[in-house]
């Protein structure tokens, strides 16, 4: 018997932004699919755009499960995760430990196939590179959120996120977010 996907299925559980007040929560499993969805749409930019050659397919699947060790550890709120430099080293060494954890709860046959999802590979450094810079995207979209709801509380978040985005000097960021995002401020009525 293996309790893979049962912890995978407690992802539902993990809310985001525990320090804040939200309009609207947000958990790591909505969270990962808009993740693998912006992923996936930096990878096709890249490609189409600016010359690359990474796999759109891999990189949304890898963004699937890159928070998938919070089922274990929990969702650590930025101003703890990066509050210091040995804080960031022991939250990373956390981070390892859960997902050897969760790799450790499947069948033998089955991790060769799961452990490149969970850990990094050299193999697939641009296209954890994309997830990293997606999972930011996606932070600054629910700041708009919570923002187009009246919620004050995530003002300082989304000016300092988009200063980050900003300062990767990263053209397919740029593309993003010159393309897709002024959408993300109008209303259904407006969309339509």
């Known amino acids: 018997m293996s309790h893979f996907f049962a912890y995978l299925a407690r992802m539902k559980f993990i809310q985001r932004w525990g320090l804040m007040r939200n309009t609207r929560s947000e958990n790591i499993q909505e ?5 693998a969805m912006i992923a996936h749409a930096l990878a096709v930019l890249a490609n189409t755009r600016f010359g690359a050659a990474v796999d759109p397919d891999r990189t949304a699947l890898l963004a699937v499960f890159h928070d998938a060790e919070e089922v274990i550890t929990g969702d650590l709120p930025t101003p703890i995760k990066y509050f210091n430099p040995r804080v960031k080293e022991a939250v990373d060494g956390l981070e390892v430990v859960a997902k050897q954890r969760l790799l450790d709860m499947l069948p033998d046959d089955l991790r060769v196939a799961y452990e490149p999802l969970l850990m990094e590979q050299p193999g697939d450094a641009e296209s954890w590179r994309l997830v990293k810079l997606a999972d930011k995207v996606c932070a600054y979209l629910k700041c708009l959120e919570e923002a187009k709801a009246g919620n004050r509380e995530f003002e300082r978040a989304e000016a300092s996120i988009r200063a980050a985005l900003e300062a990767t000097g990263e053209p397919v960021v740029e593309a993003f977010m010159t393309t897709f995002v ?3 401020r ?3 009525d407006e969309l339509n």
């Open 182 to 184: 002024p959408s993300f």
């Open 31 to 35: 969270h990962s699919l808009q993740v």
């Open 186 to 188: 109008l209303t259904l």
